[in-house]
């Protein structure tokens, strides 16, 4: 079978609604804070560790380009996850599915830009952490804890994301 | 009184213990992960949120400019404070301080370096975030719950800190 042909869009918040939550300054601050000088965007994802404890963790990963091949997603069926530009590569390729009785199914990719982070949903199939134009470091805001916490699920056809 | 002029130190885990954790890829990875293509440095920060919950937001904020005025630090007694650039200005400057006797005391400044972020502990007295070279968007990762949890104090005589 021939692999599937994705085309990244655009990370935004109603499109990646569905999956998790896009973390930037977007619209007008919630709250003017340090004499004015400073815009408050309050609160900006669905933080999720269950019965485990957040914690922060940077990855350090290996730029991909496109085309570039997915042949396996994972999800964390304990808690969200949260990935945050901090160095390097500004942005990153987010292959994203949703579920039909364990199986990814319709995949997606995103393409996020400077100053964009991304907060995965518990339980969202997704491609591991894919730095654009450069290698990068993020910050990971996940859960520590007991249990396993890593579903995998190898593609069969594979996909390809191409350049948009 | 004249102000006390402070020269900023280079930010390292080492010189900023007894304040927080520096957020950053350093030294080798805890984990190889992504079949040998990311490198995990595991969960570097010591959050705390008490009796509240994790919120994860974005401070966008104005450039500072060395020589830089502080007249104001403040504190967060009921959790820590993380700091992470996540576009524009990519460092910052970190003004901290010891605590003596609910008074700040022995104030120090860092400029933080590309892909560090920090970590503040609960209760360390520290100024707004200020960063250098440009105005930055920060993902901010702290307590979100009822109760008083920014305490002030105005600085007199007053800091400037000044160019390394």
Redesign the interface.
């Known amino acids: 079978m021939s692999a599937l042909r994705l085309v990244p869009e655009s990370l935004t918040a109603d499109g990646f609604a569905g999956y998790g939550d896009v973390?930037?300054?977007r619209g007008r601050?919630d709250l003017i804070?340090?004499a004015g000088?400073?815009?408050?965007?309050?609160?900006?994802?669905r933080?999720d560790?269950g019965d485990g404890?957040?914690?922060?963790?940077?990855?350090?990963?290996?730029e991909v380009v496109l085309p570039h091949r997915v042949d396996l997603v994972e999800r964390h069926p304990m808690g969200s996850q949260?990935f945050?530009?901090?160095?390097?590569a500004?942005v990153m390729l987010i292959v994203v599915a949703g579920d039909a009785g364990g199986v990814p199914s319709g995949l997606r990719a995103f393409v996020s830009a400077?100053?964009?982070?991304v907060?995965l949903q518990r339980g969202i199939w997704h491609g591991?952490?894919t730095p654009l134009g450069g290698d990068g470091?993020f910050?990971?805001?996940d859960r520590?804890g007991a249990g396993d916490n890593l579903e995998e699920y190898r593609l069969d056809p594979s996909a390809v994301v191409v350049p948009p």
């Open positions: 973390i930037e300054a601050p804070i340090n000088r400073c815009g408050r965007y309050h609160d900006l994802a933080l560790f404890r957040p914690g922060l963790s940077v990855f350090d990963a290996q949260a945050l530009p901090l160095g390097g500004a400077p100053g964009q982070g907060n591991v952490l470091q910050a990971v805001i520590v």
